[in-house]
Every structure is written in C-alpha cells, then in structure tokens.
C-alpha cells in the first residue's frame, strides 16, 4: 500500500531535549516535505526536499533541521525544541507535477 | 512572497445546503492549485486540482472548483452537502517558476454540516 509513514504520532518532551521525528514513503517519490499545522494559521511549511542531498528552506524553517540522506526518508530534527514548536506536524511527499500524499501527521508537546 | 487566503474561517450549514468556499492567491504568474480535505483526526486528502485547461474542475465526493486567472481565485463549490462532509478544507498554491516542492497553504476554513 502507498503511503506516507511518521513516527511516533505523539511526543510529549521537554524544551531543550534533542528530537527526532522521521517521515519514510514508498512511493519513490521525489519531493519530499514537512508542514506544521496551527489553528488558526493553517499548514506552514518547513523544510522541502527536491531529492536526495537536496533540501531547501520554506516559511518557517527556524528552530529546525532535515536531512535527505535517502530518498525514502526526510526525518525532521529539532535540536533544542521550545514551547513555540508545540503543534501537529505532517510530512508529505510527492512526485513531480503530482499532488502530495500526507503521512498522518505527528502531535509534539514541548513543555 | 505568495500568500493563498481563504476568506471564511468557519462555516456551518444543513444537509442538501450548497457550498461555496473562497479561495485567493497573490501570485499573477502561472499557478498549480488544489484543495485539499482533512476530516477529523485524519491528515489531507486530495479533493482537486488545477494545473491547466478547462478551468472548471471536478473533483470527489461531488466537489468542483472554478479558476478565474482574472480574480485569481479558485473557489470550491458543492451543490448539496451532507453530513459527511463536515471537515476542515484548504487552498493550496505551487507556482510554475518554483521547484515543485513548494507549496503555500490558506489557513483553512472549518465546515460543519448539521443533520
């Protein structure tokens, strides 16, 4: 089955604590992205991939880092998480001229 | 920077009720748009999109969208809702000079539908 998968799908932690959350698909899709939801503001992007080794900034990419070591995966690190960072977060990938496909999206809580 | 705006935050409405969703960009370059759907606690789904050609589009569930380059938008419509359509609904906007990868997103706008 196609898909887009994210984990955990909750994380509670503390501001400062290193995290990791990681995004694989199967798709062999190209692109590859991440979004964070806020009520209110809508789907924000962070980061985007175009493939492998090649990422790229989007509207709110401070406080966060990727990588895209594999074109399978595009983990989002967040090395020193604060209370702002709280919110639902999506991963998304697609191929080129193609819509996306969302992973299920995780809900961090930074306290 | 491009910005999409969706006009209404929140709409309620019967059943066999029609819908009309707005949708605006800022961009006056070529645009690929769509709508996407997330019903509650499930992530986007696709509804519909736009890339070139008839600019009246159809999509799921009954939904169509209609692009006028000349208002740039790009409203959803439905002609009878039902209660399963109650989810929260977003524009979307890549624009052709970008990478593909690109996306921006309107903040969305929530519609309950009541039996």
């Known amino acids: 089955e196609a898909q887009v998968t994210q984990n955990p799908r909750y994380l509670i932690t503390v501001t400062g604590k290193k995290l990791t959350v990681t995004c694989s698909q199967n798709?062999?899709?190209?692109?590859m992205s991440w979004y964070r939801q806020d009520p209110g503001l809508g789907l924000r992007q962070i980061y985007y991939?175009?493939?492998?080794?090649?990422?790229d900034k989007g509207d709110v990419p401070e406080g966060y880092k990727v990588s895209r070591k594999e074109k399978r995966n595009f983990p989002l690190i967040l090395e020193s998480p604060s209370p702002n960072q709280t919110s639902l977060y999506f991963c998304a990938s697609s191929a080129n001229n193609s819509p996306l496909h969302f992973g299920n999206g995780t809900r961090l809580t930074v306290t | 920077a491009q910005s999409v705006s969706q006009h209404n935050h929140h709409v309620i409405l019967s059943e066999a009720a029609s819908l009309e969703l707005g949708c605006n960009y800022s961009y006056g370059g070529t645009v690929n748009l769509f709508w996407y759907v997330q019903y509650p606690g499930q992530h986007l789904q696709l509804l519909l999109k736009y890339f070139s050609g008839d600019p009246l589009v159809k999509g799921i569930k009954g939904f169509e969208a209609e692009f006028i380059k000349s208002k740039f938008s790009f409203n959803l419509r439905k002609p009878s809702v039902q209660w399963s359509d109650t989810a929260e609904y977003f524009c979307?906007?890549?624009?052709?000079?970008?990478?593909?990868?690109?996306?921006?997103f309107g903040a969305g706008t929530q519609v309950v539908v009541t039996p």
């Open positions: 798709m062999n899709h190209e692109y």
């Open positions: 979307a906007v890549n624009e052709a000079t970008d990478s593909w990868g690109k996306f921006q």
């Open positions: 991939s175009m493939n492998v080794e090649v990422t």
